[in-house]
């Protein structure tokens, strides 16, 4: 992916171990026995738009007072800008908007460049999205061989949520969800604004 130009976390090793271990790969019940291995991945950050939805109200981290998830959001999201958009401190701007307006605008190339390549990501959801605006989490995915609009990789995708065509429309979403999840730093009306701007 980084020689095809696309940004992305960057593998450092592969340790591959002897034991065996029960796998289900298409998990469809036939279970068989494979090698284990382990893939070291680096990022300047591996903060996803999922780790800024532990604050919503149905999420297992949620606190009663919205103070309490107000504080912890911001902490999130300042420690973010502090060690990954050091820039945005130096702006008159509000820093949380121009964060999301810069995800917004990484988010919108990647998914270009993967449908470029014909890239397909197995699992878009939140938590595989990058606040870095990065392609992590190398689960299931695919390069299709030959052009389809409707090539799944994931086989348990059985819906085609991400299917090559539906990529730009899931990144939105996914977008609009982490502009729901910043509601308390930057109105939710704000945010998504952005995301129809860019799209």
């Not at 392609?135 to 030959?146: A, N, Q, V």
């Not at 429309?169 to 930057?186: F, G, I, R, S």
């Amino acid at each position: 992916m980084h020689n095809l130009g696309v940004p992305t976390t960057r593998a450092a090793s592969l340790v591959i171990c002897d034991e065996l271990v029960k796998r289900d790969p298409f998990y469809n019940g036939h279970v068989r026995l494979e090698q284990a291995a382990v893939v070291l991945r680096l990022c300047p950050s591996f903060l996803r738009f999922g780790c800024f939805q532990i604050c919503l109200e149905d999420a297992q981290c949620y606190k009663p007072d919205p103070k309490e998830n107000r504080k912890t959001l911001q902490a999130l999201a300042d420690y973010l800008i502090k060690y990954n958009y050091p820039e945005l401190l130096n702006e008159d701007s509000d820093p949380y908007e121009e964060l999301f307006k810069q995800l917004v605008e990484k988010s919108a190339k990647l998914v270009a460049k993967w449908q470029s390549i014909g890239f397909v990501h197995g699992v878009l959801y939140t938590d595989n999205m990058s606040m870095m605006g990065v392609t992590i989490d190398y689960g299931p995915f695919s390069f299709i061989d030959y052009f389809s609009k409707d090539f799944v990789s994931n086989l348990t995708d059985d819906r085609e949520r991400y299917s090559y065509r539906q990529q730009p429309t899931t990144v939105k979403w996914n977008l609009n969800m982490l502009a729901e999840a910043l509601d308390p730093l930057v109105p939710t009306d704000i945010l998504k604004r952005h995301v129809s701007h860019e799209y």
